[in-house]
């Protein structure tokens, strides 16, 4: 093993960290030094970004989508330098719900905020955000756990890895989704918008509006603090910047000519360059019913992370009685190593409550013996099994032979 | 490198396949692990290896073969390893029209997305990199990026043809990606074919038809074109795989120890 190693970026230094502490070797050698020549509390060159955790999983940092009950399932959160497809449902009710808890979570977090609309003006996003309920934490600054560790000090520079779930961490806020944010607190974060309407020239025509969002964006992470680059020196905190295209390749932003999918994929992959080399954390949606199942496909390539919301319009299923819709997973980050996180089932549904959205683990109802009647169950069979055609009578008992 | 994988295949540090094109396709599925198993398979055995990477930055292949044991920054810096950053190069020209800071391969081979929309400049600059050593690798991640990026699917048969004959005059060989899950156009010949035509190994990665497992990941079937000697016939070997942080399990279908 090399004694001295150079890395591109602090993030993957905190990740090269944690991959050693796997492997329990040369841990020792890197951290003490930091701890027992330097007096000072270094964090040993790790990265602390306030509002991000490092994955349990895999190393990789992560900032929280705003639902933790999402958050969960996607292993800890959306990874920082990824993009995250969310596939919006057919009246967008739902999608337009998760960008607003996600440009929440960045507020409440911190992050700066970057918004493109092609469709409505972003502020009309901005002013509507759900409003943090008293459980979760204001944007203190990390305790320091000064307890001096005498075995295990090898960790004690190392980022505290925390559970999403719980409601007391930094990482993962509780909203109120009937009531807005405070616009003062909104405007304290770094926040750029760009909508696209026809008063800006693209350059070549409409198929330019691609180029010309990808062009601001850039500018917009070029020599500030979301840039990787920059070495520690202390002048610029690193941040995460959200970036948050909504209902984007949807008709408005798409030209006439036939080749949008071309367009639409030379865009993600560039984003994916950009997001790879910054400190951004990309959410687009996308309208996928209206594209073709190929087209759908190569879109999902060129993502690192893709869910779908189908909600129910019109669902007499009882089995779904409780549910607004079934999330569907197509594809989870595997970024930096072989494998990736899975959650424990595939079987999601969400629910929009009063004044919070949550996603669970779907189960059937418990298989009660055939003996035992119960009103409950009647129902349910009849409606899942409708009676024959021919107008017979269905019988409650099972034939026995 | 998976181990497992080399035994079935035969191939091991002192019988590489070379001279050959081995293209890696999956259906619904990711199968970039292939990739790593490649580059940390060469780079163990001393190769010179050239990566063009278009899906992902070098760093996810950087972390991901240090789990295989090869550390790909060092063989950079040694010139065993050429990485070319077509994932930047394409920012670049997307952004600025030229990219100038990045090194000179991948300017060149990036101009197809200006103009004619070809991979001619592609092909030259690999070209470039083998052109006086042996036993040398070409990965590229990934050919149906291309088709995404407005590549015709001629043009891409043409690319394909060319790196066959690059391989068979150079010693070298070509590794690269195609995700099936692309449609063609039935006016002019499938890409998939093309490639299926002129690779000498082929290794399919699809998921299980009884859907998703936490045991057995997907199916791989390994195809072998023998074109020397008398055997015309060769089975294709289909194993079911389950991959782990540091490598991939190949068993025989239905041995998996969840079932037995």
């Known amino acids: 093993m090399p004694t001295r190693m150079f890395f591109e970026t602090p993030l993957n230094f905190v990740q090269y960290l944690i991959h050693l502490r796997n492997w329990g070797k040369f841990v020792c050698s890197v951290v003490m030094k930091k701890v027992t020549f330097t007096k000072r509390p270094a964090k040993g060159g790790a990265v602390q970004v306030h509002g991000t955790v490092v994955s349990l999983h895999n190393g990789l940092l992560l900032v929280s989508t705003g639902i933790p009950s999402l958050d969960s399932v996607l292993g800890g959160g959306v990874p920082l330098g990824s993009v995250f497809l969310l596939e919006e449902d057919v009246h967008t009710r739902f999608s337009t719900l998760l960008t607003k808890y996600f440009l929440a979570e960045g507020v409440t977090s911190g992050h700066g905020l970057y918004v493109a609309s092609a469709n409505a003006n972003p502020d009309v996003l901005l002013n509507a955000l759900p409003k943090p309920t008293s459980m979760s934490s204001t944007r203190s600054s990390q305790q320091k756990n000064d307890n001096d560790m005498k075995i295990a000090f090898m960790y004690k520079d190392l980022p505290k890895n925390q559970s999403s779930l719980s409601g007391v961490s930094r990482y993962g806020h509780y909203y109120d989704i009937s009531c807005n944010m405070d616009k003062s607190e909104v405007e304290k974060c770094d926040l750029k918008s760009l909508h696209l309407t026809d008063e800006i020239s693209y350059g070549e025509g409409k198929n330019d509006m691609f180029r010309y969002t990808l062009k601001h964006l850039k500018q917009c992470i070029n020599n500030s603090r979301y840039e990787m680059k920059q070495k520690n020196s202390g002048d610029q905190q690193l941040n995460v910047l959200r970036v948050v295209l909504p209902h984007f390749a949807s008709p408005l932003w798409c030209g006439d000519k036939p080749d949008n999918i071309h367009n639409i994929v030379r865009f993600l992959h560039c984003l994916r360059a950009v997001a790879r080399n910054s400190m951004i954390a990309c959410l687009v949606t996308i309208p996928t019913h209206l594209y073709h199942e190929n087209e759908v496909a190569m879109i999902r390539q060129l993502v690192d992370t893709s869910i779908e919301l189908e909600a129910f319009v019109g669902e007499k299923n009882p089995v779904f009685k409780q549910y607004h819709g079934l999330l569907k997973i197509h594809k989870l980050p595997r970024l930096n190593s072989l494998v990736n996180f899975v959650p424990d089932s595939f079987d999601l549904a969400f629910e929009l409550k009063r004044t919070k959205f949550i996603i669970e683990y779907m189960h059937l109802p418990p298989d009660i013996s055939e003996t035992a009647s119960r009103q409950g169950m009647d129902e349910t069979n009849d409606k899942l099994h409708p009676r024959s055609a021919c107008g017979g009578v269905s019988l409650n008992k099972k034939l026995d032979f | ?260």
Request: charged content about 20%.
């Open chain 2, 1 to 260: 490198m998976f181990e497992e994988l080399n035994n079935i295949a035969g191939w091991s540090l002192k019988n590489l396949p070379t001279n050959k094109m081995i293209l890696i396709s999956d259906w619904n599925t990711d199968a970039s692990f292939l990739l790593h198993h490649f580059l940390a398979f060469y780079l163990k055995a001393n190769s010179k290896v050239v990566l063009a990477h278009a899906a992902q930055s070098f760093i996810h292949y950087n972390l991901a073969c240090s789990r295989l044991g090869v550390n790909l920054e060092r063989s950079r810096n040694n010139g065993d390893l050429i990485a070319l950053n077509l994932l930047d190069a394409s920012l670049q020209q997307y952004v600025e029209g030229s990219c100038e800071n990045l090194s000179l391969d991948s300017e060149e081979c990036l101009n197809f997305l200006f103009g004619d929309n070809s991979l001619k400049h592609l092909f030259k600059v690999l070209k470039r990199c083998v052109e006086n050593t042996k036993d040398a690798l070409i990965i590229l991640d990934d050919v149906t990026l291309f088709l995404g990026l407005g590549v015709s699917q001629k043009d891409l048969n043409y690319f394909v043809h060319y790196m066959d004959v690059l391989c068979k005059s150079n010693n070298c060989t070509f590794v690269t990606l195609f995700h099936q899950n692309f449609a063609p156009n039935i006016s002019e010949p499938s890409p998939y074919l093309c490639c299926q035509l002129y690779a000498s190994y082929e290794i399919e990665v699809k998921g299980l038809e009884s859907g998703y497992s936490k045991d057995v990941h997907g199916v791989l079937t390994l195809k072998t074109k023998e074109t020397e000697g008398i055997k015309t016939y060769q089975p294709h070997k289909v194993m079911h795989y389950r991959l782990t942080d540091r490598s991939l399990q190949l068993l025989a279908p239905g041995t998996s120890s969840a079932v037995l």
